[in-house]
């Protein structure tokens, strides 16, 4: 018997498969959405297993394989993991690279650029900042080529953050400035989640200002950035701890002492 038949016919079905994990996916979704983190990493794990053996013949299921891959590596970075968060942000980009995207679309594009993007903050959150910065500068040129304002605020704010780490203050100023006037130029578009990154985006230059010294222009953009937050029903953690509302009154009053001394 030719083994390489006697393997193909053992195969799991292709639409089989593709539900199965589609279905995983979502289930981890929600358990991230819940705040059960461990729960959201088991279903995306289940589904990473799911697609594997199918990941090199369907590109569907190799999509899927990528979205699971790409979804575990954002819980392993709430988790504190950012090691791990590298190990599954690389296979994703590897296979959407390699096995789904050939010539390319938009959607394939930002796919893999998100992935580079969220790649290069574990990078950051380790310390290793100059493949940080590879990454990021990789994902603000794919955004800028496709066409995606909103995913290329969040890669700019992104190199802010690694300035503001590496104590460039006035480059991690640049960075969040043309990371609000993007915000800005399509604010009549947002969603409500866009919404919060634009105050995490304002929160983040009004760090800045106060640690330069400019205090008046701190306070403007922190009251910016309160009035949005305040509005926002729920507050979901995602690019920083240096994000919500608590975080927020008490920069202004440390702003305000300065002001006021």
């Known amino acids: 018997m030719n083994n390489n038949k006697s393997a193909r016919r053992h195969l799991p079905d292709a639409d089989?498969?593709?539900?199965?994990?589609?279905s995983l996916i979502e289930k981890g979704g929600l358990f991230t959405v819940l705040g059960d983190n461990n729960a959201a990493l088991a279903s995306y794990d289940r589904a990473i297993e799911t697609c594997r053996p199918l990941s090199g013949k369907v590109d569907k299921v190799a999509v899927l394989l990528s979205q699971a891959l790409d979804n575990k590596g954002s819980v392993l970075l709430d988790l504190g993991r950012p090691a791990d968060t590298i190990l599954a942000f690389e296979q994703a980009i590897h296979?959407?690279?390699d096995n789904v995207r050939g010539e390319g679309n938009d959607y394939d594009a930002q796919e893999i650029a998100i992935s580079i993007m969220n790649c290069g903050r574990a990078y950051m959150l380790l310390g290793r900042f100059d493949e940080a910065k590879e990454y990021l500068e990789r994902a603000v040129t794919a955004f800028d080529a496709i066409g995606s304002p909103e995913n290329l605020a969040l890669a700019i704010v992104n190199l802010g953050d690694l300035y503001f780490h590496q104590g460039d203050l006035k480059e991690s100023l640049t960075m969040l400035q043309r990371s609000v006037e993007i915000?800005?130029?399509?604010?009549?578009?947002?969603?409500?989640?866009?919404?919060?990154?634009?105050?995490?985006?304002?929160?983040a230059?009004?760090?800045v200002l106060f640690r330069l010294g400019f205090y008046d222009e701190a306070l403007e953009s922190l009251g910016r950035?309160?009035?949005i937050l305040g509005a926002i029903v729920e507050i979901t953690n995602q690019?920083?701890?240096?994000?919500?509302?608590?975080?927020?009154?008490e920069l202004r009053d440390k702003i305000l002492a300065k002001v006021n001394g």
């Open 225 to 227: 950035c309160a009035k």
């Open 205 to 207: 230059k009004a760090d």
């Open 95 to 97: 296979i959407y690279s």
């Open 16 to 22: 089989a498969v593709i539900r199965q994990a589609t």
């Open 239 to 249: 690019t920083s701890d240096r994000h919500d509302l608590a975080d927020a009154m």
């Open 183 to 203: 915000w800005e130029s399509i604010s009549p578009f947002w969603p409500d989640t866009h919404k919060y990154e634009f105050a995490y985006a304002l929160f």
